[in-house]
């Protein structure tokens, strides 16, 4: 029983787990579904009815006949408290941090009241490292939640990032306390989408806009043929970043360095907008009508003098399928050869 409601789930699973599926809000800042629990923040912490203390919810699994409180007056003063603490080492500048309107930790000090703290803690002064060109990290606002740890070792199989030190001067870095761009991470931005403060950050959006100010439009990526999909971050008409989404059918909110970041093309000063024809000495800007009755010609005279198979044809991942499919249809059954390939086939 979940705040005088009987529920009913699979054997194993965690209180927060059966929560959820009831639709019962319990907080929490180090939890993720697709990571392994770790219990780390506390902020998820629930009454249990004979139970000495107020456990975490994502890592206490649930037993017949338990009765839980999830926001009795014990566990919203602990919760009010464990957000004080965090705040005492927490930089003030939520006017300006770029995760402002996206911050759970921000989120979470309005559900709860949280104005200021009462403790007074020391504050770290690190340097924001931003000297590689995809991601921004300022430890100054880590708050230790350890997702982007999880994530780079249970999504990515890299473990490039760690905990080191202790105490108050504990902090996720690559080995030797490197920075990314002379480690081995592959900047697939992945722990940028776990992190629920502004610790990290994408490059490319740093500073482009406020979070309300962008609009999300879903897209498919173009770079390869897995079919991941993601949300393009637009702002008065021009793309400035890419976030991922839980609502990923295929890949999640997991992304390649190319998904994340590679979207540079799209406004890209030397993109091609129209068609092009070669003349001997430079290209040509031509009508479509004009560069398909080229092709055509050149086609043509290539069957005829040497054979359909002297002719190949090769696909891109950056079309649609149906596109493909047409492309494959034209070089089979119009042109009649078998030398089709793609990009993405391996």
Same mark, same amino acid.
């Given at each position: 029983?979940?705040?005088?409601?009987?529920? &009913?789930?699979?054997? @194993?699973?965690?209180?927060?787990?059966a929560?959820? =599926?009831?639709?019962?809000?319990?907080?929490?800042?180090?939890? %993720?579904?697709?990571? /392994?629990? #770790?219990?780390?923040?506390?902020?998820?912490?629930?009454?249990?009815? @004979?139970?000495?203390?107020?456990p975490?919810?994502?890592i206490?699994?649930?037993?017949? $006949?338990?009765?839980?409180?999830?926001?009795?007056?014990a566990?919203? *003063?602990? +919760?009010?408290?464990?957000?004080?603490?965090?705040?005492?080492? *927490?930089?003030?500048?939520?006017?300006?941090?770029?995760? &402002?309107?996206?911050?759970?930790?921000?989120?979470?000090?309005?559900?709860?009241?949280?104005?200021?703290?009462?403790?007074?803690?020391?504050?770290?002064?690190?340097?924001?490292?931003?000297?590689?060109?995809?991601?921004?990290?300022?430890m100054?606002?880590?708050?230790?939640?350890?997702?982007?740890?999880?994530?780079?070792?249970?999504?990515? $199989?890299?473990?490039?990032?760690?905990? /080191?030190?202790? @105490?108050?001067? &504990?902090?996720?870095?690559?080995?030797? %306390?490197?920075?990314?761009?002379?480690? %081995?991470?592959?900047?697939?931005?992945?722990?940028?989408?776990?992190?629920?403060?502004?610790?990290?950050?994408?490059?490319p959006? #740093?500073?482009?806009?406020?979070?309300?100010?962008? =609009?999300?439009?879903?897209?498919?990526?173009?770079?390869?043929?897995?079919?991941?999909?993601?949300?393009?971050?637009?702002?008065?008409?021009?793309?400035?970043?890419?976030?991922?989404? /839980?609502?990923?059918?295929?890949?999640? +909110? #997991?992304?390649?360095?190319?998904?994340?970041?590679?979207?540079?093309?799209? *406004? *890209?000063?030397?993109?091609?907008?129209?068609?092009?024809?070669?003349?001997?000495?430079?290209?040509?800007?031509? /009508? #479509?009508? +004009?560069?398909?009755?080229?092709?055509? $010609?050149?086609?043509?005279?290539?069957?005829?003098?040497?054979?359909?198979?002297?002719?190949g044809?090769?696909?891109?991942?950056?079309?649609?399928?149906?596109?493909?499919?047409?492309?494959?249809?034209?070089?089979?059954?119009v042109?009649?050869?078998?030398?089709?390939?793609?990009?993405?086939?391996?």
């Open positions: 029983m979940i705040n005088t409601r009987e529920i &009913t789930v699979q054997e @194993g699973s965690t209180i927060l787990q929560a959820r =599926k009831a639709g019962i809000y319990i907080p929490t800042l180090c939890e %993720d579904p697709e990571l /392994t629990p #770790w219990g780390g923040c506390r902020l998820c912490i629930v009454e249990v009815r @004979g139970a000495k203390n107020l975490a919810s994502c206490t699994p649930v037993r017949q $006949g338990m009765v839980v409180e999830t926001e009795s007056p566990v919203r *003063h602990a +919760r009010r408290t464990l957000i004080e603490l965090l705040l005492a080492n *927490h930089p003030e500048d939520c006017l300006a941090c770029e995760r &402002t309107g996206e911050c759970v930790l921000q989120d979470m000090a309005y559900h709860y009241g949280v104005r200021r703290t009462s403790f007074a803690g020391k504050r770290r002064s690190y340097e924001i490292e931003n000297g590689n060109p995809f991601i921004v990290r300022d100054n606002k880590c708050i230790i939640c350890g997702l982007c740890v999880r994530v780079c070792s249970e999504i990515a $199989g890299l473990s490039i990032i760690d905990f /080191t030190n202790r @105490g108050f001067n &504990t902090k996720i870095t690559p080995a030797m %306390d490197l920075p990314l761009e002379k480690s %081995d991470c592959v900047f697939c931005g992945n722990c940028v989408a776990v992190c629920p403060v502004g610790a990290l950050a994408e490059k959006i #740093w500073g482009q806009g406020r979070r309300w100010e962008v =609009k999300k439009v879903r897209t498919v990526c173009p770079y390869c043929g897995t079919g991941c999909s993601f949300d393009l971050n637009v702002k008065e008409n021009r793309v400035i970043g890419v976030s991922s989404t /839980t609502e990923a059918a295929v890949n999640g +909110r #997991w992304l390649c360095v190319k998904g994340r970041f590679g979207f540079g093309f799209i *406004h *890209h000063r030397e993109r091609l907008q129209m068609p092009l024809i070669r003349s001997p000495y430079l290209f040509s800007k031509v /009508t #479509w009508d +004009r560069a398909i009755d080229v092709a055509v $010609g050149k086609f043509k005279a290539i069957k005829s003098k040497y054979g359909p198979e002297a002719i044809i090769l696909a891109s991942a950056r079309c649609t399928n149906e596109e493909n499919y047409l492309l494959n249809k034209f070089a089979r059954a042109i009649g050869t078998n030398n089709i390939d793609h990009c993405a086939r391996l």
